[in-house]
């Protein structure tokens, strides 16, 4: 008994303040316990509350996840939200790749574009919000163009054409942060491989298709997972130049939640922020399984 | 040495792109040193919502520094706000420093099962978008009475889970070996990771540290939802309230605004490079 103790006792202060074994837990305590207090358990109280009603705190079972479900505002921001990922991504993983391919052979000129491409990286949204304006309003310089080209005006910010212009504005500034990814994934490709491509003659295409490809595969989860990330912040776009009611095509979840945060809607909100953290482990971890699949851990 | 032209043409593509990258910036630099006369003139459509459209100079015709000495004598707010996104950038930064660092070295030096599963728990929370723990937040900065204080945006940020993630990769790379024979020179817990684990892992803290800095200079969502009080607001979302027909100076804050963010990616590019290549890497 008393041996027992003892050997508890070692193994508490091992874990505590380190042995051989292992480095004390006090590096990590004051972040883990902040995080776990302004993060972890008030998302399990809003998980709590989404089964409550915030007036008188009844219980509702699944009745928030029914209004939230069934509202008229959720169904189309969900939708363009799945729209928006659908079409900025695909669009921002081929533009990088493919400038990703054509500076890695030129290792002369890449450094400058490396640079020009970042850039967008260091410039705050708020800083562009006046030039979006000023090209994308009803008689702003695009317009202008358009009409000196003899095309008649077209309403950016209040028709279909508010997602395009959102789209352009996420690649504007994620083009050189995946572009350099892509550049990691081809420098861990071993040159030999190319040059024995080439030995046996076949072409770029198919060094492309059969080499490159294949081997950019585990490049791509992790950059699909970076690129959905930053995909919901192009809400600071949307939000600065058209408010809190944009056009209905680039109407987000983001903006459903930031309205229903300004009305105090909590049932919905609790319910709703369940529903996309759920939604959003899915995602990643559907996406892990699929690219990640018959890969070993490290 | 023809076939090598040719695929210098190659470099077209991406050297179009960058035309697309430098046209916004262009746009703000020129707007911010044209005459505030000449401005409204170009601006007018849109301004007086009358015909035509607006047109633009990107040299104009007198150039001037008179927007910026407006903004920086006359407008004691761009001041105040100028303060605020400073205090609260270089707060954050502060407390992820003091907080994620030693957090970053422990997981990089943990071998156990649970310390790993701890890490992939940080992980889903740093992909999570702001707005899905906005009520967690709202509801813990209500009860701790830091709504509408600075505090509101500088103790989520210090327990913000990213920092931590990318200095692990950096902390991660130092050899085990040269740990180990510290240890066995009788050097304590905090001695390594100050005299050894710091420094090695230096390339680490500074890409965690700028690309924190890229996004704390950059608060849009965590304000507008937190502050109340529109003094205590950071210029990124101030900047946006200024109308319409103080252009001149709109953009004259603008280019100050940026100007920091730029000399810190100017300064800083390699370790930007080597912090995104970090989130990258697989755990």
């Known amino acids: 008994m008393e041996q027992r103790k003892q050997a508890l006792k070692r193994r508490m202060k091992g874990l505590l303040f380190g042995d051989a074994k292992q480095t004390s837990l006090m590096f990590l305590l004051p972040s883990l316990l902040g995080m776990a207090g302004f993060v972890l358990i008030p998302f399990f109280d809003v998980v709590r509350r989404s089964f409550f009603s915030a007036l008188g705190g009844r219980f509702v079972g699944l009745e928030n996840y029914r209004s939230v479900l069934t509202n008229d505002a959720f169904q189309l921001a969900a939708a363009n939200t799945g729209r928006f990922l659908g079409s900025c991504i695909p669009l921002l993983l081929l533009l990088s790749l493919l400038v990703a391919l054509t500076l890695y052979f030129r290792p002369r000129s890449a450094q400058l574009f490396k640079t020009s491409f970042l850039l967008p990286m260091a410039v705050p949204v708020a800083s562009v919000v006046f030039v979006w304006k000023l090209l994308f309003s009803d008689q702003g310089l695009l317009n202008g163009l358009l009409e000196a080209l003899g095309h008649p005006a077209v309403s950016w910010m209040n028709g279909g054409s508010a997602f395009w212009v959102l789209v352009g504005s996420y690649i504007w500034k994620n083009l050189g942060y995946t572009m350099l990814l892509w550049l990691a994934g081809l420098a ?79 049932d919905r909100l609790a319910a709703a922020s369940v529903l996309v953290s759920l939604a959003i482990l899915a995602l990643i971890l559907c996406l892990r399984g699929v690219l990640e699949e018959g890969r070993e851990d490290e | 040495m023809k076939k090598g032209r040719v695929a210098e043409l190659a470099l077209l593509f991406p050297a179009l792109l960058c035309l697309f990258v430098f046209l916004p910036l262009l746009l703000l630099l020129s707007g911010s040193l044209t005459h505030s006369a000449e401005l409204s003139q170009l601006l007018s459509p849109m301004l007086s919502g009358g015909e035509g ?96 204080t600075h505090w509101s945006i500088l103790v989520p940020a210090a327990f913000s889970p990213f920092p931590v993630f990318i200095m692990y990769r950096f ?76 252009a001149g100076v709109a953009m004259a804050a603008s280019v100050l605004t940026l100007l920091p963010s730029l000399l810190i990616f100017l300064y800083g590019q390699s370790y930007l490079e080597q912090g995104i290549l970090a989130s990258a890497l697989k755990e």
């Open chain 2, 171 to 246: 902390f991660r790379a130092i050899p085990g070996q040269v740990l180990e024979a510290a240890k066995i020179d009788g050097a304590n817990e905090m001695r390594v990771f100050v005299s050894i684990g710091a420094p090695m892992g230096s390339a680490g803290v500074a890409s965690a540290m700028i690309l924190s800095f890229m996004e704390y200079w950059n608060l849009i969502e965590q304000p507008m939802t937190f502050l109340e009080d529109q003094s205590l607001w950071p210029l990124s979302l101030f900047l946006p309230e200024i109308s319409l027909d103080m």
């Open chain 1, 188 to 266: 861990s490709i071993p040159d030999s491989l190319f040059e024995a491509a080439r030995v046996d003659g076949a072409d770029g295409l198919r060094t492309f298709l059969h080499i490159t490809l294949p081997l950019l595969l585990p490049t791509l989860y992790t950059i699909l997972v970076l690129s959905l990330v930053n995909a919901f912040k192009v809400f600071r776009e949307a939000y600065l130049v058209a408010g809190s009611y944009p056009h209905d095509s680039i109407y987000q979840l983001q903006h459903l939640f930031n309205n229903w945060f300004r009305d105090l809607d909590m």
């Open chain 2, 53 to 148: 459209f607006v047109s633009w100079e990107f040299v104009p015709k007198f150039p001037t520094l008179q927007q910026y000495v407006e903004l920086l004598l006359d407008r004691p707010q761009f001041f105040v706000m100028f303060w605020n996104s400073v205090y609260l950038a270089a707060g954050s930064l502060l407390l992820q420093l003091v907080l994620a660092t030693p957090a970053a070295w422990w997981f990089a030096r943990n071998k156990r099962r649970w310390g790993k599963r701890l890490f992939l728990l940080y992980v889903i929370l740093m992909l999570m978008p702001f707005q899905v723990t906005m009520v967690s937040n709202y509801l813990m900065l209500k009860a701790t009475r830091l709504l509408n």
